[in-house]
């Protein structure tokens, strides 16, 4: 099910220094604040803003290219993570072709004043300093599946 969000489809988006890009084709499927100490260490901050997208919907021009660096989640499962090559500014995350997922960064957007999360998850590492909208449903880990 995709977010009930006011979106502009196509959206775009790449990385700091303009060397990667892409075109997304498909409204979020959802957006959430992940605060995981991997993203934490990743974005230098509280958390990692993440939309999560159809991979089948993400097209990436030729130019540029992503490095990626996988993590093992505590599920178990793979956490492939990608940056720009040129510039390592944080694009992707959570790149899943089984389930035909992936997260884009939201400072990754063209756009990114249209982010909306919908919940913060992994609250288990959330740090003491962060302030967070309290109004937002919160999850100790992984939100539940819908």
Do not use: K
Request: with cysteine; charged share 15%.
């Amino acid at each position: 099910m995709a977010c009930s969000c006011l979106m502009e489809i196509p959206f775009t988006g790449g990385c700091l220094c303009g060397a990667f890009r892409y075109v997304c084709r498909a409204h979020p499927l959802s957006m959430h604040n992940c605060h995981c100490r991997d993203c934490q260490q990743v974005t230098g901050g509280a958390y990692a803003p993440v939309l999560v997208v159809p991979l089948s919907a993400l097209e990436i021009p030729a130019t540029g290219h992503l490095q990626r660096h996988v993590t093992i989640r505590i599920n178990g499962r793979r956490n492939v993570r990608g940056f720009c090559a040129t510039c390592g500014s944080p694009v992707t995350v959570g790149e899943d072709p089984e389930r035909d997922r992936i997260g884009l960064m939201a400072g990754s957007l063209d756009n990114p004043a249209v982010f909306r999360p919908a919940r913060n998850i992994f609250l288990c590492d959330a740090q003491p300093w962060d302030v967070m909208d309290t109004a937002l449903p919160q999850y100790p880990n992984y939100a539940p599946r819908r």
